[in-house]
């Protein structure tokens, strides 16, 4: 069964920095693309970035701010999305999800796209940034 599993997240101060994890299973890992995605309340879900799984190669939505950072430790199965500068507008529940990336490297809008449409999602973490 495939699952996927963000922690990290929580009530932090802005200025600081984050980083959520994504525990993933049930699938080889390498073969998977991992896209971040946030939702924060009253607002459409946005895409911040993916990870093709085999040899990092990332992508980003020109919308995302350099503030983000997306990484994998293959030994862990894990994903992670490291945010600096937190601001209270990155208040949201943040999520991963993953799909085959039938080896597309680097990843791509429709990367995301396909994970969005098809791929297996995690539950959520909160994220909640005060000034």
């Known amino acids: 069964e495939v699952q996927l599993a963000e922690s990290g997240g929580g009530s932090m101060q802005a200025g600081g920095s984050l980083r959520l994890s994504c525990a993933t299973s049930?699938?080889?890992?390498?073969?998977?693309?991992i896209c971040w995605f946030r939702q924060a309340p009253a607002k459409e879900r946005e895409g911040l970035s993916c990870i093709e799984n085999k040899e990092g190669t990332t992508y980003y939505p020109d919308s995302v701010q350099d503030r983000f950072k997306i990484s994998r430790d293959g030994a862990k199965n894990t994903v992670y999305l490291q945010v600096s500068s937190l601001k209270p507008e990155d208040t949201a529940v943040y999520y991963c999800?993953?799909?085959?990336?039938?080896?597309?490297?680097?990843?791509?809008?429709?990367?995301?796209?396909?994970?969005?449409?098809?791929?297996?999602w995690g539950q959520g973490t909160q994220v909640t940034v005060s000034s």
């Open positions: 999800a993953g799909a085959e990336s039938y080896g597309i490297k680097p990843p791509t809008i429709w990367t995301m796209k396909a994970v969005t449409a098809a791929g297996f």
């Open positions: 049930g699938f080889d890992f390498e073969t998977f693309a």
